[in-house]
């Protein structure tokens, strides 16, 4: 047997077969990452405007006097963002105390975070 035919290399046909299969791997990759960078900036979203919705409650609880009942919307800026929150104040059974569900949205109108909270109406 001659040294040539021994090192015979890959056909053209199995380069291309190969080729293809690196490139269906390849793009299937990319789409996964693509889809992981925007689950990573929509946890971020929320995580943000779960702070947000936590700080929001905490002022709420720190009013004096209590808020009036109805509802009410403002914006707040954290981390260098906007964000759209909306409180709203309702009666319970107990005429001493308040209802408040506080929503926090972005600036795209999706709702992000909300929390409930109850305190003392006076």
Avoid: Y
Avoid at 48 to 69: D, G, H, K, S
Avoid at 107 to 113: E, I, N, P, V
């Amino acid at each position: 047997m001659r040294a040539e035919a021994a090192e015979r290399g890959f056909t053209l046909l199995e380069v291309l077969v190969a080729l293809a299969v690196f490139s269906l791997a390849a793009l299937a990759l990319l789409r996964l990452q693509g889809a992981s960078l925007s689950t990573v900036a929509r946890l971020d979203d929320k995580l943000l405007a779960a702070i947000v919705v936590q700080n929001l409650a905490v002022e709420t609880q720190l009013m004096r006097p209590a808020p009036a009942f109805g509802r009410s919307d403002g914006e707040a800026v954290n981390a260098g963002r906007r964000w759209l929150w909306q409180r709203e104040v309702m009666r319970t059974p107990d005429p001493g105390l308040q209802r408040i569900e506080l929503r926090v949205s972005g600036t795209d109108g999706s709702r992000l975070a909300e929390a409930t909270l109850v305190r003392r109406a006076s």
